[in-house]
């Protein structure tokens, strides 16, 4: 089974290695079906590495059986024999190929070789019986094609083998035998060959020559992955036991023939800040570390190359360790097998990660002490405005940590990915949306130092080795531990236990910490494992009333899978009996399929007997096809029928002058057989008994009685601040009745009821004119017109500009508020918004009045909304008219 990927690149894994080097002393393979080949063979050359000892070490003798399916599904097996090749390597395997023309018949012990590409892949690789891993750099498929003749692949394999250790002192055989020690003797893994300090044991467990001094730098590093397809940053294992990574200075001694090596960040300039290293150009450990020395392809047919260099430490003394660093470039082929090693794996998402363009920055093979970061990891705002305006916005990296625990690695400023290592470690992230991935979940603890639910922090567990389909929460949940949340892992898949890979979340709360929150959100990925459907209930409307009757409602929520309808138990409880008290509630209720939530109604029936409030509690009962969730119960309480009390302003302008009362209306309904004392809160900006004549705070209605009134009386002496003061009364809660609508009602308390002509003789007497030369004029110039000053209710004299009307903006739309003084009568008010200012009718836009904004304590202004959006300009306006 294969999935096609959609490209195709001329470059291939081939590496530069010359086929005549390879062919000396190379074995012949030897086939199971032999038959005439008219084609050059294809080669796979590589390592055999033993990697179950503390290093890895070369295989040389065995016979090796490999395996490969054909395009066309025949599988074909070639063996060889290891041996020492070039003393690096371990084997070579000669392909043979069938030709597939017209007139010749395919080979069928060969692989085909057609005029266009073909997609063949490694079935199966063993030593001596014994399964191999492929390692690359080359992947777990080959192309063949007619112009790809005489390919060469590098394919190292890895066995599960441990080196011989005669004297079980911790050092194989043949490390002992390389440096001389005594494979006999397992005192000499104490032995300091060079008075360093380092024993031989501790130098072959930090991969070292126990014969040189560990005080100097010796060069670990001879090959590195980097990836064609963009950006990877280069880094090198350089052992030196008392030199910080500082002090560690690489002189560039040949730059690699296909691409360029350079230093980010090198001189102050954001659009260039980069350098090509040259040919004596130098860099640091630290440099390399924090991802600053990156190598990039040229995008020839050509494979990488290599580089050569010297490493110096602080002392003079020391002698430089002069080495050559192989690049291998990894590509996949044009097809890539459903089911990959991890180690492809890995490197296939690097492969596309770097052509996405981050920078690829790649521990695995690094020490266990190591921190890696991007250039700008770790800065806070002040010192990363500083970098951004020296070098420009940083890019983004995915960095890949050491196989330790105390592997360390830190983002910058971008989006980066940032994969802990094969044993856990630290990850810190950066001010951008970052993604945390685990791959590996036997045990260990990861750390994610910043993740933020704000920031769009993605926590990706998705590598977690468990069959599609099976439930997260048997595999993971979510706790927390010492205040710290922490997502742990149950890898047997029972839900218990949870002892594998832990990942801490300090910077998320306990409020965030919901394992299905978290996965349907997208912070949480979880790869093939699906969140079974979970219950919860709310009273969303928890009280229901036989007044009405008005219903209280329960909300079932569905978290998890939607794809099923979901029959849910439920069980109906409480004081009120169902059926009885109230419509009856089934005890099932139907989830469609892709319904998150469903509404369950407590309808009661008005029964009319007084009883005290009743209860319906709802109990989520267990099912088939979905979890409990934490709120499994709720209750909706049935109000008796009782007597509903409003209150509305049926004359709502009261005036000084005139003695004119306002009048407030309350009445009650349902329940009026008995009689009721109705208890108001008495407001307003107007004094109760000073400005109008006293009003008690209580109102009481006789048996029977449905309403009752109350005026406002304005008294004589009233002093009306800005011409106008309001009475507000709020009907006060109480256990004899619901109070019905929002319980208040204002009534306007004004001097008079204006109009435009008495304004003008009591505020401009002596001015002359017709009304509508009066109407235009502008007494003392402030811009501000006699008609706009009444129409608006301003200072005649000392008309304020804020009392004009203005415009706003709330919720993407447009408006406009504006007073509009009681009292007046002979003005009209028009609000009109349009696209056009040329044709206000004829690209009109419709308006509505929209309720007061909280805090507004002017009872004269008014507010207005466009109902428009996002779209064209909107102008809106208001016109006022006279209308005597």
């Not at 399964?131 to 063949?144: C, E, K, Q």
Request: charged share 15%; net charge negative.
């Amino acid at each position: 089974m294969s999935t096609t990927i959609p490209f195709r690149s001329e470059y291939r894994n081939a590496l530069a290695v010359a086929c005549a080097a390879l062919a000396l002393g190379g074995a012949v393979p030897v086939l199971r079906a032999q038959s005439t080949i008219t084609e050059p063979h294809t080669v796979f050359y590589g390592k055999v590495l033993g990697t179950a000892s503390a290093q890895d070490f070369l295989v040389t003798a065995g016979r090796l059986t490999w395996t490969i399916q054909r395009s066309d599904g025949v599988a074909v097996t070639l063996e060889t024999s290891l041996y020492l090749l070039d003393d690096t390597y371990s084997y070579r395997l000669n392909v043979p190929h069938a030709a597939l023309a017209l007139g010749l018949d395919p080979n069928p012990g060969g692989i085909l070789m057609p005029p266009v590409p073909q997609v063949n892949l490694h079935a199966a690789v063993a030593v001596d019986g014994q399964p191999a891993v492929l390692l690359g750099p080359a992947g777990s498929a080959f192309t063949t094609e007619q112009l790809l003749r005489t390919a060469t692949y590098r394919m190292d394999l890895g066995l599960h083998r441990a080196a011989t250790d005669s004297d079980g002192d911790g050092m194989p055989d043949w490390w002992e035998d390389r440096y001389g020690l005594d494979k006999q003797d397992p005192a000499d893994a104490a032995a300091d060959l060079r008075g360093d300090g380092l024993s031989a044991l501790e130098a072959y467990l930090r991969g070292l020559d126990p014969t040189r001094d560990a005080r100097e730098p010796e060069l670990l590093t001879g090959e590195v992955i980097v990836y064609p397809s963009g950006s990877t940053g280069i880094l090198l294992d350089t052992a030196d036991l008392d030199s910080s990574a500082d002090e560690l200075v690489y002189t560039l001694t040949r730059p690699p023939s296909a691409g360029t090596l350079s230093l980010r960040n090198v001189q102050a300039n954001p659009e260039q800040p980069d350098t090509i290293l040259a040919s004596g150009a130098t860099f640091t450990q630290t440099d390399l570390q924090q991802g600053r020395v990156i190598y990039d392809h040229d995008g020839s047919n050509h494979a990488p190359g290599s580089f050569d260099l010297e490493v110096r430490d602080e002392n003079p003394d020391h002698p430089a360790y002069a080495g050559t660093v192989l690049l291998l470039g990894y590509e996949p082929a044009i097809q890539i097998p459903a089911s990959l090693g991890a180690l492809e794996g890995q490197r296939l998402e690097n492969y596309f990660d770097a052509q996405a363009g981050y920078v690829i920055l790649d521990g695995t093979a690094f020490p266990a002490n190591v921190a890696l970061a991007a250039p700008s990891a770790g800065l806070a705002s002040d010192a990363l405005a500083a970098y951004v305006a020296a070098y420009g916005p940083d890019r983004s990296y995915k960095i890949i940590g050491a196989a330790a625990p105390d592997a360390v690695a830190s983002g910058g400023q971008g989006e980066d990915v940032l994969v802990a290592g094969n044993q856990g470690g630290s990850l810190t992230g950066g001010p951008a949306a970052d993604w945390f991935v685990a791959q590996s979940f036997e045990t260990g603890r990861i750390t994610i130092s910043d993740f933020s639910v704000a920031e769009q922090d993605v926590v990706d567990l998705s590598r977690i080795p468990a069959s599609a389909g099976a439930y997260a929460h048997q595999y993971l949940r979510v706790v927390q531990t010492a205040g710290v949340s922490q997502i742990q892992t149950d890898l047997d898949g029972n839900g218990a236990g949870f002892t594998n890979l832990a990942v801490a979340l300090p910077g998320l709360s306990a409020a965030e910490a919901d394992l299905y929150t978290l996965i349907e959100s997208g912070r949480l990925r979880v790869g093939p494992l699906v969140l079974e459907p979970m219950i919860s209930v709310a009273a969303s409307q928890p009280q229901a009333s036989e007044n009405g009757p008005s219903p209280g409602i329960f909300t079932l929520t569905r978290q998890g899978s939607l794809s099923e309808d979901l029959v849910v138990n439920i069980l109906i409880s409480g004081s009120a009996q169902n059926g009885v008290d109230c419509q009856l509630v089934p005890a099932t209720v139907i989830l469609p399929a892709g319904a998150t939530a469903v509404e369950v109604p407590v309808v009661p029936f008005a029964d009319g007997i007084a009883e005290p409030a009743e209860a319906v509690q709802l109990t989520v009962s267990p099912g088939t096809g979905y979890r409990i969730g934490a709120a499994s119960q709720a209750i909706v309480t049935i109000e008796d029928r009782l007597m509903l009390v409003a209150i509305e302003a049926v004359e709502p302008i009261a005036v000084k002058d005139t003695t004119s009362p306002g009048l407030f209306q309350i009445t009650r309904r349902d329940v009026t057989a008995s009689d009721v004392m109705i208890r108001l809160t008495i407001g307003g900006t107007a004094s109760n008994g000073g400005d109008y004549n006293t009003l008690s705070s209580q109102v009481y209605m006789a048996p029977n009685q449905t309403v009752a009134f109350l005026q406002v009386v304005p008294k004589a002496d009233a002093v009306l601040a800005g011409g106008m003061e309001t009475v507000n009364i709020t009907i006060r809660p109480d256990s004899n009745y619901r109070v019905e609508g929002s319980g208040q009602a204002l009534v306007a308390l004004i001097e008079r009821a204006d109009s435009f002509a008495g304004w003008r003789s009591r505020e401009f007497p002596d001015a002359a004119g017709d009304v509508a030369t009066f109407a235009s004029a502008d007494d003392g110039q402030t811009g501000i017109s006699h008609f706009q000053r009444y129409a608006f209710g301003l200072d005649p004299h000392q008309p304020d500009p804020g009392g004009l009307p203005r415009l706003f903006r709330q919720d993407g739309k447009v408006g406009v508020t504006f007073r509009k003084p009681v009292g007046i009568a002979d003005v009209q008010y028009r609000v009109l918004a349009t696209t056009d200012l040329q044709a206000w009718d004829g690209q009109a836009v419709a308006v509505v009045p929209m309720a007061a904004p909280a805090g507004t304590s002017d009872p004269a202004q008014v507010f207005y909304e466009a109902l428009v959006g996002d779209g064209p300009a909107v102008f809106i306006g208001v016109e006022v008219m006279l209308v005597p």
